[in-house]
């Protein structure tokens, strides 16, 4: 279920759509991520792992940071949906592989793993920098889309890895899009 808002990402560049964004495809946006999220949060018992708390926030942090970006940014949709696949993604494969793999222990943080780490960085790192690329109006070349993306990837892998409270899809949203506004703003402008 973590990883399904990454798969409707990736499906928006196939789109046809205007650049910026038309008031009906953003409010096309508003009615597809509210109702996933309003599904997800009534079907919690199907989807949060034993023991998990805080279901309802995990997923209304994840829709509000990817609504939020779509829909501040309707001339960048690469952003919104590049940091998309970077918490669907990144954050996914990094639980997958600390459950499968169970490596060695993070010296910061004794609960995650070096391989959810690198599987974190490896998974977002290439999908988020294909659907940026791929969205990107005008268009970017292969090497800005991996400068915007992979400084974001690499600080949102860091701030899921830290010892902290404050729920992983917040810390990874927002690090991920904070970062990749500082960089598609250096590399590409506004």
């Given amino acids: 279920m973590h990883m399904t808002p990454g798969l409707l990402a990736a499906v928006l560049p196939m789109l046809p759509h205007t650049d910026p964004l038309a008031w009906y495809s953003q409010w096309f946006l508003v009615v597809v991520i509210s109702a996933t999220a309003l599904y997800s949060i009534t079907r919690a018992r199907k989807f949060e792992r034993l023991g998990q708390n805080g279901w309802p926030v995990s997923v209304l942090s994840y829709a509000t940071i990817t609504l939020g970006l779509l829909l501040a940014f309707p001339a960048q949709t690469e952003i919104g949906i590049a940091v998309t696949m970077i918490i669907a993604f990144g ?20 609960d995650k793993s070096w ?76």
């Fill in 91 to 110: 954050d996914g494969s990094a639980t997958m592989a600390g459950m499968i793999v169970r490596g060695r222990k993070l010296p910061w943080n004794r």
């Fill in 115 to 190: 391989a959810g780490l690198a599987a974190f960085v490896l998974c977002a790192a290439p999908l988020a920098t294909f659907v940026y690329w791929a969205e990107a109006h005008p268009g970017v070349s292969v090497p800005v889309a991996l400068g915007c993306v992979v400084p974001a990837v690499v600080a949102a892998a860091l701030a899921e890895s830290l010892p902290l409270r404050l729920n992983d899809n917040i810390r990874v949203g927002v690090s991920a899009g904070l970062t990749i506004l500082l960089t598609h703003a250096m590399f590409v402008g506004y």
